[in-house]
């Protein structure tokens, strides 16, 4: 049977993952702006790198490729923030309800609380995973987009 202090240490590796979920989010918030900035700064700048970077083939294809490591970043990071589902251990209302007539046992409802409590990191650590996974992708993006706006840019320049 359980004890409050273990169902306590099952809950603190549920709040652990509930606060990774929010340094994920953090995170995609940052590519974003990060994101934005570029995107904005290559729509500026796109009436005079453009003429200049149709000159050169290569520098076509790489401001081409640019433009589409940002918007796959972008689309990987929607994906990545879209997934807001919160597992939630413990419906209070159903526990209540679930008592019956008499009330369980202390270690009958820790057991339960327990059991609820790693069914919900299961799920919540596989959609964390999965952000992370997305945000990694992202980030691969945002940089392919970045050194292929570097490299146009230093073709241009020089």
């Known amino acids: 049977m359980a004890t409050p202090t273990q169902y306590q240490c099952f809950k603190d590796i549920y709040d652990r993952e509930a606060k990774r979920c929010e340094l994920l989010i953090d995170r995609g918030k940052l590519y974003l702006s990060v994101i934005t900035i570029y995107v904005g700064l290559l729509g500026i700048a ?3 790198i453009i003429p200049k ?6 520098a076509t294809i790489l401001y081409v490729a640019s433009l589409v490591g ?3 970043a ?4 929607i994906c990545s923030t879209g997934i807001y589902t919160h597992f939630y251990p413990t419906d209070p209302i159903k526990v209540i309800r679930g008592f019956g007539a008499e009330p369980p046992t202390d270690e009958d409802f820790f ?11 299961e799920r919540f650590h596989q959609v964390n995973d999965q952000r992370a996974q ?3 992708y992202a980030s691969w993006f945002m940089v392919l987009g970045v050194a292929s706006q570097a490299y146009v ?6």
């Open 46 to 48: 796109s009436k005079e």
């Open 53 to 58: 970077a149709s000159a050169s083939s290569l």
């Open 70 to 72: 940002f918007v796959m």
């Open 74 to 77: 972008l689309l990987l990071l």
């Open 111 to 121: 057991d339960k609380r327990i059991a609820e409590i790693a069914s919900a990191f």
């Open 134 to 136: 997305l945000l990694k």
């Open 153 to 158: 840019l230093s073709l241009i320049i020089l």
